[in-house]
């Protein structure tokens, strides 16, 4: 199972994050946060963030 993240942490890497409901099911959100920036509110309490899709730079890394 992917690592899930709470509103206000830290993105530990850029890109997509899809919200995920309080029972930890998909919700079909997806926000884009920059590494270091604090993940944004949910909707409702007890929501999640899961990362889908990385950011891709040109360095490859």
Do not use: I, N, W
């Amino acid at each position: 199972m992917a690592k899930t993240f709470r509103p206000g942490e830290e993105a530990p890497r850029s890109g997509q994050y899809e919200q995920l409901g309080p029972r930890g099911g998909p919700t079909g959100e997806e926000r884009t946060v920059v590494r270091g920036e604090p993940l944004p509110p949910t909707p409702k309490p007890d929501m999640s963030y899961r990362l889908v899709d990385r950011t891709k730079h040109r360095s490859g890394r």
